[in-house]
């Protein structure tokens, strides 16, 4: 996941990258059907910081091997579990798509609940769910209007990055959002940590801490209390170098107008939910891609290669983004390509 | 099995003290590999690159920088990004306290048990207080140089709670976006859909689920070690009906033949 970036644990760059879809696969509720997006909804950093170098050189992150003392390319890095002996068993993307292929394609809606029901403990993290394509626009917006007038979520697994997750789905503003939730047993008793349940409360203790309690209460959240001030102290910093031009310098020009070199996670969600008003580049053509997630036969097939084989096809055709691309990505950036 | 706690601070209500201790009340069940060169089996290592010169610079030489919409970096020193940092400190400040619910659960971050440290009177007032007024807490507190805010809350079995919450610059809330348009829906289809999603009702059990994909990852991995081969289980081909009202109705028809 986004915020487990550790040292030889994901194959993304830490810095710099942009933001990017971090799964992206198909709804299916019923028979329908409509391939989506999966975008962060939290920022890992609520005012992004570039890593740079001591003369204000933008820095990326590569991958070496210290043995070779030479960085790597992308198909040179493998996946590998540490025995207890030290030793590595290398496992590849697709036998880990392999080993659950509709839950790694699909967040399939079976199950619907009143969210009130879930205990926010198990709540982890907040995603954005954005139409893939065009003729996904109706069944999303069919989907998420209905479950907004339910005032209900939808339950469901799936896999993301060789892990397992445990969603609810809700619509909020024509939006779809998945939570992803613990399993239960991510999730400790109090038995456990050794901590006394029911404890009995002396009457007039409770007295005074209700005395206190009374003196600060309030109806609702201030948002403002919830502001963080580092950030705003760094805004302030900022913001007096800008005025003072001290140590500002121009940043040099990005090599391609890439989705993918956006930083600011919003301005991405925004192109992806109303792209009539912000794409820039020309839509998908419609017939080119009208039977994807229903296989095809022949070379054409390109739900049937592996990821490896697509990032190959992605790469003699030089599709930009292709190294942060997920497999349904890959598809269709290859659709759209002619390739 | 008694946890370690891994943080002890004072919960300040008004004038009231309470000393009390953090356990972490989740645990990582995920499966974590390691990145490899394929050649030799070596974990990679990750160096910061200089991309014009390829030249790898040490962190220890590295600044940060902000990039303004105009195409500006401006400069941030690591000893100004230090002076940023909160004062340390042992309170846990509790600013206010909102009705059960109030606190949207879009912020919660991370949940920590509280044990007392100490005397375990004054905590269990404090819990019993908050459940008869249905109130739960917004607390602040620094935590390792990190300034935090979190709710303050009693779980079900009457055991304190302080669960960490994201600051209101990290959450992008969909009312900030705008959702997708297009022509208007047809209310039939959606009378459809919200039919096919009350059969499809019910009660939320977390116990139901398991992680069946992580003990698959293991077996994948324990079989590989011992230079077993994995049988591939061919992807189920799901039914698709690309019209959408013909989806509903035949969905609903398959949904009510199963009930």
Not at chain 1, 111 to 134: G, H, Q
Request: some cysteine; overall charge negative; glycine content about 6%.
């Amino acid at each position: 996941m986004a915020d487990e970036r550790e040292d030889g644990e994901d194959l993304e760059p830490i810095d710099g990258g942009g933001v990017r879809s971090l799964w992206s696969g198909s709804i299916t509720f019923g028979l329908l059907s409509l391939a989506v997006d999966l975008f962060p909804a939290v920022r890992t950093e609520a005012l992004p910081l570039k890593l740079v170098d001591s003369s204000l050189r933008p820095l990326t992150r590569r991958y070496m091997c210290p043995e070779h003392e030479r960085f790597l390319a992308r198909d040179e890095i493998v996946r590998g579990f540490e025995l207890d002996d030290g030793e590595f068993v290398v496992v590849t993307d697709d036998e880990l798509e392999a080993l659950a292929p509709e839950k790694s394609r699909a967040i399939d809606l079976r199950k619907f609940v009143d969210i009130a029901e879930i205990d926010p403990m198990y709540f982890e993290r907040s995603y954005f769910l954005t139409p893939a394509e065009n003729e996904a626009n109706r069944a999303y917006r069919l989907l998420a209007e209905t479950m907004e007038r339910s005032g209900r979520a939808g339950i469901a697994t799936f896999v993301m990055r060789g892990k397992e997750y445990l969603v609810a789905l809700l619509a909020e503003n024509g939006v779809l959002r998945a939570e992803t939730l613990r399993f239960s047993d991510e999730i400790r008793a109090a038995e456990d940590v050794g901590l006394p349940i029911d404890a009995e409360a002396d009457p007039r203790h409770v007295e005074r801490f209700r005395r206190a309690i009374d003196a600060l209460a309030a109806d609702e959240v201030d948002r403002a209390l919830l502001r963080d001030e580092r950030i705003e102290r760094l805004r302030a910093l900022i913001d007096d170098k800008l005025a003072r031009g001290v140590d500002v310098e121009k940043a040099p020009e990005a090599e391609e107008e890439d989705e993918a070199e956006i930083i600011d996670l919003m301005e991405v969600l925004k192109r992806r939910l109303q792209p009539e008003q912000r794409e820039r580049a020309p839509a998908a053509p419609q017939a080119a891609r009208h039977d994807e997630g229903r296989g095809r036969a022949g070379a054409d097939d390109l739900e049937s290669r592996s990821k490896s084989e697509l990032y190959e096809r992605a790469k003699a055709l030089n599709l930009p983004g292709r190294s942060k691309m997920g497999k349904d990505e890959l598809i269709r950036a290859l659709r759209r390509a002619g390739g | 099995m008694a946890a370690r706690a891994m943080w002890k601070g004072v919960l300040r209500v008004g004038e009231e003290r309470v000393p009390v201790k953090l356990y972490s009340a989740v645990q990582d069940r995920s499966v974590h590999f390691r990145l490899l060169h394929d050649e030799d089996h070596v974990p990679v290592r990750q160096r910061l690159v200089e991309p014009e010169s390829e030249r790898i610079v040490e962190y220890s030489e590295t600044q940060r920088a902000f990039l303004t919409p105009e195409h500006d970096l401006v400069a941030v020193r690591p000893d100004e990004l230090d002076a940023l940092a909160p004062e340390p400190s042992r309170d846990i400040e509790v600013l206010r306290f909102v009705p059960v619910g109030a606190i949207d659960h879009r912020w919660y971050e991370r949940p920590y048990f509280l044990g007392p440290d100490g005397k375990a009177g004054e905590l269990a007032a404090l819990v019993a207080a908050m459940r008869e007024t249905g109130r739960e807490g917004l607390a602040r507190w620094v935590m390792r140089k990190k300034a935090y805010r979190g709710a303050l809350r009693a779980a079900a079995d009457g055991v304190p709670m302080l669960v960490t919450l994201r600051s209101a610059e990290e959450v992008i809330v969909a009312s900030e976006l705008g959702a997708p348009q297009g022509k208007p829906l047809d209310e039939r289809e959606i009378a459809m859909a919200q039919q096919l999603l009350s059969i499809l009702e019910a009660p939320f059990d977390a116990e139901q689920y398991k992680d069946e994909y992580r003990e698959r990852v293991l077996e994948l991995v324990r079989a590989k070690a011992e230079g077993k081969t994995i049988r591939r289980v061919p992807a189920r081909r799901q039914r698709i009906e690309p019209d959408l009202a013909k989806a509903l109705r035949e969905s609903l028809e398959a949904e009510r033949k199963r009930a």
